[in-house]
Nanobody, 121 residues
Framework: QVQLVESGGGLVQPGGSLRLSCAAS????????MGWYRQAPGKQRELVAA???????NYADSVKGRFTISRDNAKNTVYLQMNSLKPEDTAVYYC???????????????WGQGTQVTVSS
């Protein structure tokens, strides 16, 4: 069993900052890419940022220069630092990870439960 548990969402004013965390636990042999997605009401889920096990990153154009993704491999945790938040960043944010499970050595795609981020004055 593998779980991804997110934390750090909430309500923030425009221009403010939030930091999301996502910790993976369970029978994990290794974690490949990790990422953050978001889904706003009435819209499709979209990639926000991703990071490989080696630390290479990519970002959606809409968040470049404002958001920073990072990971702590020793803690199996990925972070998303969000600065200069805008109302259009309001969405449910989901953590995603490509994990090789220890028991079977098979790779699976896992998702967190989602955390709400609301940017409003």
């Amino acid at each position: 069993q593998v779980q991804l548990v997110e934390s750090g969402g909430g309500l923030v004013q425009p221009g403010g900052s939030l930091r999301l965390s996502c910790a993976a636990s369970g029978s994990i042999f290794s974690i490949n890419a990790m990422g953050w997605y978001r889904q706003a009401p009435g819209k499709q889920r979209e990639l926000v940022a991703a990071i490989t096990s080696g630390g290479s990153t990519n970002y959606a154009d809409s968040v470049k220069g404002r958001f920073t993704i990072s990971r702590d491999n020793a803690k199996n945790t990925v972070y998303l630092q969000m600065n200069s938040l805008k109302p259009e960043d309001t969405a449910v944010y989901y953590c995603n990870a490509d994990i090789r499970v220890g028991a079977t050595m098979l790779r699976y795609d896992y998702w967190g439960q989602g955390t709400q981020v609301t940017v409003s004055s």
